[in-house]
Each structure stands twice: as structure tokens, then as C-alpha cells.
């Protein structure tokens, strides 16, 4: 057993369910829980506006403060810093003498660039990183198909994974998380420390802007599981993953894809056949749609590597649809309810997409870009994976 092991927490700002985590304490006398605020994901884009907005910013201050609550419940703690995580966690994993640095693989460009980074880091100073695949209801191994043989549509997917389904049950809490003797916290940051006026939370709508944390994130799987679920009804809309805002915790790892499926299946024997679970699976598609074609998400040219699709990269146009001061007014409501709460439905998410990239012919990137800023449940594949399929740019048909 290692000594000590240095757990860096990422989009996993969990206790529940957190393989990696559980396999730390179980591998380890003492854990070093850490998470690092990067600035760089407070950076203005080059369209002028936050890459994480103050909204999402403070959405995840609040799920790390209930992070450390709960640690602390356990006997632990949550080591907080600032700066880049690659330079600040081999720092700590060589000062702490630690055996070992546990954390969740992310598969984006930027993450596995930092990822990268850190295991040159330490490996100078002969320590090893384990990385631990959790943000999908399946491993990518456990998968009826090859990721290089990923179908080319959604439906296709759907079709062969539906009868391949193998969940693991999800993982308990750890029941005690043993510190070293000394230590330094640190205080968790306000957002000007991030680099973020507090003034631009002014026009937000606290009335309906999430809390973070996997306590809210529970309460919110359970009135769903209590309203629709155990009474065997449909919910309102083909996407309740998204409308009922469970998907602000699944961002940020406050609570698992893999448990809510757990759940819902414990109190619903047929539940294959809900639309959460759909809404699951096509969550792990743009998952996998982003491990099979990287970079080429990104491009205006997207998945389908469209050079033909022409678009406008003209700021004047596109800063009428994020101000909401087009000629459709029920754009410019739902651009509105964006900006002052986080959120729009599937629904309404699509309506405004369509509007910029069919009525107004504007460079699609752009649009995903903004709602990166703005949507409180912004998860790097599925966002930019939908975008991909509206600007016609994605799935294969």
C-alpha cells in the first residue's frame, strides 16, 4: 500500500461514485484531496466575452465548497490552489512525498494537453499519475465496437449499444479519508481572485441560477425520481436530463452519469425505455464522437469535414443575437433568459442555434463559443457535439 497519494480533483466534484477516489483510499494510508482553479478558464475569448462566464464561475465555487464540507464530513480536507494545474500538483505530489497522483481522464484537447504536462512533470521527480475513465455509463473497452468504428449517426449508436448495456453498480462514499498531520488548505477563492468582476453577475436572476454541489445535485435526481419516475410518468419534453437542469451537476461531476442511471433503473424495471436514459446515452456518444475525432469538432468545417458550408464571421450580426436585439423577438427572449440565468431548455437551445446558423448565416463556432460562456451545464463534447449536428457539420445521416 502507498503511503500517500495525491487525488487532483477535475470534473469530478463528487464523493459518490468516484472510482478514482475510492481507489485512492483504498490504495493509500493518507489522501491528499486537491483542487486547482485555473485562471486560464476565465480567459476572454477572442469574441470579447469569458470562456467560463460569471454564472458558471460562481456555480463552480459553490460545488467546490460542498466538495470540502463533504471531505471534511469524511475526516479529509480539500487542498485549494490557484494557478496551472500541471506546475501546481507535481509541486504538491513532491513536496508531500507522495507515491502517487490519481485524477479522471478527460479526453479534450486542452485537458489531455494539461494532462500531458503533468506526467512530464512528474515523472521528473519519479512520481506516476493514474488516470481513471468515470464520465461515461460504459468504458470505452466495454463498447460493441472500436472507437475508430464509432457509427457515424446517433441512432446507429443507439441501436447497437441498447441490447450491450453492462453498468457497473456505482461505487459508495469513502467511509474515512485520513489527512497527513500537516497541512495547508487554503481558502476557496472569491470570483475577483479568478479574475472576474462581481458586477457581472449584477443582471442575473438568482431566483433561478443552480447552487452547486452533489447535495443539490441529489436532491434534484430524487424530486425527479419521485415526480416521474416511481409514478410512471413522462415527463414533459424528450429531454429531462437537460430540462429539468440535472445536467448543471452532471458538468461538473457533482453527480454521475452512472448512478442517476443506477436510480432510475432500481425504481423502474423498463427504464431503457425513459427518456433520461436516452438523454444518457447520447451524452456518451458526443463523449465518444469527441475521442474519435478530436480537434475536427471544433472547426467550422466540424465532424463531417465540410469545406464546401461557407460562413459569415461578421460581429455586428452575431452581437444582435447575443444581445437579443434581432428581428425575432422570440430569440431575443430566449437570449435574454440565457444571459441572466444559465439556462435554456433542449428545445430553446436549438431554436437560437438554428436561427444564427440558417437565418443568419453566422460561423456556427461562434455560437457554441457563447453558449460555452453562458450555460451553466456546459460539457465540452455535448455542446459542441450539438452544435456540430445543427450546422449540419456532425453526424453522418
Not at 223 to 241: H, Q, V
Amino acid at each position: 500500500m502507498a503511503q500517500r497519494i495525491i487525488y487532483w480533483f477535475r470534473n469530478d466534484l463528487r464523493l459518490r461514485d468516484n472510482e478514482a477516489l475510492f481507489s485512492a483510499v483504498a490504495s493509500a494510508s493518507e489522501i491528499i484531496p486537491v483542487y486547482v482553479f485555473d485562471p486560464r478558464q476565465f480567459d476572454k475569448t477572442k469574441l470579447g466575452f469569458r470562456r467560463t462566464g460569471a454564472m458558471r464561475g460562481q456555480f463552480l465555487i459553490q460545488s467546490v465548497v460542498d466538495l470540502r464540507n463533504r471531505l471534511r464530513e469524511k475526516g479529509g480536507d480539500l487542498l485549494i490552489r490557484i494557478g496551472d494545474p500541471e506546475k501546481i500538483i507535481a509541486k504538491l505530489a513532491e513536496e508531500y512525498n507522495a507515491g502517487f497522483v490519481y485524477t479522471s481522464k478527460e479526453i479534450a484537447p486542452e485537458e489531455t494537453r494539461i494532462e500531458s504536462s503533468l506526467s512530464k512533470n512528474l515523472k521528473l521527480v519519479n512520481i506516476d499519475m493514474k488516470l481513471f475513465w468515470m464520465d461515461t455509463l460504459m468504458h470505452a473497452t466495454a463498447l460493441p465496437f472500436s472507437i475508430a468504428k464509432l457509427p457515424a449517426n446517433f441512432p446507429a449508436f443507439h441501436n447497437l449499444i441498447k441490447t450491450a448495456l453492462k453498468i457497473k453498480e456505482p461505487l459508495p462514499e469513502p467511509q474515512q479519508i485520513t489527512l497527513p498531520i500537516e497541512y495547508k488548505a487554503g481558502p476557496i477563492p472569491i470570483l475577483a481572485q479568478l479574475g472576474i468582476d462581481p458586477n457581472e453577475l449584477v443582471d442575473a436572476d438568482a431566483s433561478q441560477v443552480s447552487i452547486g454541489g452533489e447535495a443539490v445535485a441529489l436532491q434534484i435526481l430524487e424530486k425527479y425520481l419521485t415526480d416521474y419516475i416511481k409514478e410512471n410518468k413522462s415527463y414533459e419534453t424528450a429531454d429531462p436530463l437537460t430540462d429539468t437542469r440535472l445536467s448543471d451537476w452532471l458538468s461538473l461531476g457533482c453527480i454521475s452519469a452512472k448512478y442517476i442511471y443506477d436510480q432510475v433503473k432500481k425504481e423502474q424495471a423498463s427504464a431503457d425505455d425513459t427518456a433520461i436514459i436516452d438523454n444518457l446515452l447520447s451524452r456518451d456518444y458526443f463523449h465518444w464522437t469527441l475521442l474519435r475525432y478530436g480537434p475536427r469538432l471544433f472547426k467550422p468545417s466540424g465532424v463531417k469535414h465540410n469545406f464546401l458550408q461557407r460562413w459569415q464571421n461578421d460581429n455586428a450580426i452575431y452581437e444582435k443575437w447575443t444581445n437579443g436585439e434581432t428581428e425575432d423577438n422570440v430569440v431575443n427572449q430566449l437570449m435574454n433568459k440565457l444571459k441572466t440565468t444559465g439556462f435554456l431548455t433542449s428545445a430553446e437551445r436549438t431554436t437560437c442555434a438554428t436561427f444564427l446558423v440558417n437565418k443568419l448565416g453566422i460561423n456556427w463556432t461562434w455560437g457554441a463559443m457563447y453558449f460555452e460562456s453562458h450555460l451553466m451545464d456546459y460539457e465540452v463534447s455535448v455542446n459542441w457535439g450539438r452544435w456540430n449536428n445543427i450546422a449540419g457539420v456532425g453526424e453522418v445521416e
